[in-house]
């Protein structure tokens, strides 16, 4: 017969065999027909065949082929599986799917996980993660380690930390062991918008069982930032509770905290800067948009790994873009107002902003937001409880001292009470629950600063900065708000300052090496980065970091583009 390749053809059948061989297998189960074990749990009876057991389980396999006594066997008996999750365990054997739901998971995880089925067990595992909520992620995490479901557990102490002030608040909470309290409240990722809501969280956990728990107060109030906390929220703790005035370790504690306000120099510790870290400290910083030339603006965003003195690009605005603010609210990056750019004809066009977007670490874009009531640009934006405020700033015509905020939950700006002044070109950063307003042009060059207390929806100026500036950097850290470059209306600068609230003073630190304008300035581990800028001959893409403890710098790697008047923040 002719053997030339046209005469013969090799037959892929493997999907049609594979699914009807296992149909044939599962109808001579249902049939009890050539099954050669019967497993039992109590008085159900389960018929099944040991080669198909041993081909989706190690565990199987082993208690089959090995040396144990149930190779000869033709019946196996399981005491500490649940008949329920071991039928869902055949099945799937027979058929490749498995039903899990919220009244089977918890029999049918564990069964997977002693029969060593990774399949079965990994979709547990995901539809557990599914279903992650403040109720139950306090459970969910302690069953995942007592199965060794790493991922399982990682994503729901993950989900504890990011939405600590709900889960405070239930039954599963209020039941952790003071050891379990201790080292949730220890993490630095708790997403808190305040100190306060971590201190009220231990307060609600003792007064659940108020025989028992007081005799922790003292070790779990290591736990608490209290340096974080203001000054007037320690006076009125000290005098409302109890519990702390009757403790020397906790009065001792809060002492230590009020001598971090009051006392400037107990802050330049190791053990202090332990404790004035805020959570979810961020990690990286990222600098949008900017000018790199006369009539060149920016619409790419960058961002900087400390870990590997490194920057990478991100996803590029929706236009190009100079001047504008951002800020970090709930771990999304917030790009607000500025002045946008196109050229049309070969003319240069320019349009000062109301524009907000926003832009998604997981997904890598950026979507736009309810747009303010005001155009602004060279404004002034900060975080506080969790609002997004815009202050100041040039609409095009006017300085402005308009102030609005906007409100992510219900998705609205509204406005607030008004500066004392008219700022742009200004810096705004906050401190202790305040906003602070600080330097800028309005129409003239100022050093002066207000500082707004939302409690009372009102401003009032404060001592003024050494220096006027215009287009600087600013940090908030170890109690200290620092303001770095900018311009004066006669020179570039490159003097730094600090103010101290509590004492409502500005004090000279260490100058940076060179005088720049146009600069961004961040804060991340206590280091104060400051970013690009323009020297007065060019614009520049080099970073410098401050060091408050030695009141050094040191050069750190220049972004990708040079950039000034340019967005920055750590995130």
């Not at 998971?105 to 029969?115: F, H, M």
């Not at 906390?229 to 009125?236: A, D, I, Y």
């Not at 804060?523 to 104060?528: E, F, G, P, T, V």
Request: glycine share 6%; charged share 20%.
């Amino acid at each position: 017969m002719d053997q030339s390749p046209s005469s013969y053809m090799l037959a892929n059948l493997t999907h049609p065999h594979s699914e009807q061989l296992l149909q044939g297998l599962n109808l001579l189960r249902q049939h009890c027909e050539l099954c050669d074990v019967i497993l039992r749990v109590g008085d159900v009876k389960i018929h099944a065949h040991k080669v198909v057991l041993a081909s989706i389980s190690p565990y199987f396999k082993a208690m089959f082929t090995g040396n144990l006594s149930e190779k000869e066997n033709s019946e196996v008996e399981f005491q500490c599986i649940d008949e329920t999750a071991l039928q869902a365990i055949v099945e799937y054997a027979y058929t490749g799917t498995v039903f899990i739901s919220q009244d089977t998971v918890e029999s049918l995880l564990p069964a997977a996980n002693l029969l060593q089925i990774k399949l079965v067990l990994k979709e547990c595992c995901t539809f557990l993660e599914s279903q992650l909520d403040p109720g139950n992620c306090i459970g969910i995490s302690r069953f995942a380690e007592t199965y060794g479901c790493d991922d399982l557990y990682l994503a729901a102490n993950k989900y504890i930390c990011q939405n600590f002030e709900e889960v405070s608040q239930t039954e599963e909470f209020f039941e952790l062991s003071h050891t379990e309290l201790d080292e949730i409240i220890s993490n630095d990722c708790l997403n808190v918008v305040t100190e306060e809501s971590v201190f009220y969280a231990l307060e609600s956990w003792i007064k659940y069982d108020i025989q028992e728990r007081p005799k922790y107060m003292a070790q779990l109030l290591h736990c608490v930032r209290l340096p974080l906390l203001s000054v007037k929220f320690l006076t009125r703790l000290y005098e409302a509770n109890q519990l702390i005035r009757d403790d020397h370790t906790c009065k001792h504690l809060l002492n230590d905290a009020l001598k971090y306000h009051f006392m400037p120099e107990h802050r330049f510790s190791h053990q202090t800067e332990l404790l004035t870290r805020p959570r979810c400290a961020p990690k990286v910083l990222c600098a949008v948009g900017g000018k790199t030339g006369l009539f060149a603006t920016l619409d790419s965003v960058e961002m900087y790994f400390p870990q590997t003195d490194s920057w990478t690009g991100l996803a590029p605005l929706s236009s190009p873009r100079y001047e504008c603010g951002i800020a970090v609210v709930d771990q999304k990056l917030y790009v607000v107002g500025g002045i946008a750019t196109h050229v049309r004809q070969g003319i240069n066009y320019r349009k000062h902003e109301n524009l907000v977007e926003h832009w998604n670490p997981e997904t890598n874009k950026w979507t736009s937001l309810e747009r303010m009531n005001e155009s602004r640009s060279t404004l002034g934006v900060a975080v506080l409880a969790g609002e997004l405020y815009a202050l100041g700033g040039y609409d095009g015509e006017n300085y402005l001292r308009s102030v609005e905020k906007y409100i992510p939950k219900v998705k609205e700006w509204q406005p607030v009470a008004p500066m004392v002044k008219t700022r742009s070109c200004f810096a705004a950063a906050v401190l202790d629950g305040m906003i602070y307003a600080i330097g800028g042009y309005g129409p003239a060059h100022m050093n002066s600063v207000e500082c707004y207390d939302p409690c009372k929806d009102s401003w009032e100026m404060v001592a003024p900065m050494a220096d006027k500036r215009i287009n600087f950097g600013v940090g908030v850290m170890l109690g200290f708000i620092f303001v770095v470059g900018g311009h004066n209306g006669v020179s570039h600068l490159q003097s730094v300052e600090r103010y101290d609230p509590h004492q409502n003073q500005w004090t000279l630190c260490r100058p940076m090496n060179d005088p720049r304008t146009g600069v961004g300035a961040a804060i991340i581990d206590n280091y104060l980065y400051v970013v690009g800028g323009h020297s007065g001959s060019s614009y520049l893409n080099i970073m410098q970091r401050y060091d408050p403890i030695s009141d050094a710098w040191s050069d750190c790697a220049g972004m990708l583009s040079c950039r000034c008047n340019f967005g920055l923040t750590a995130f």
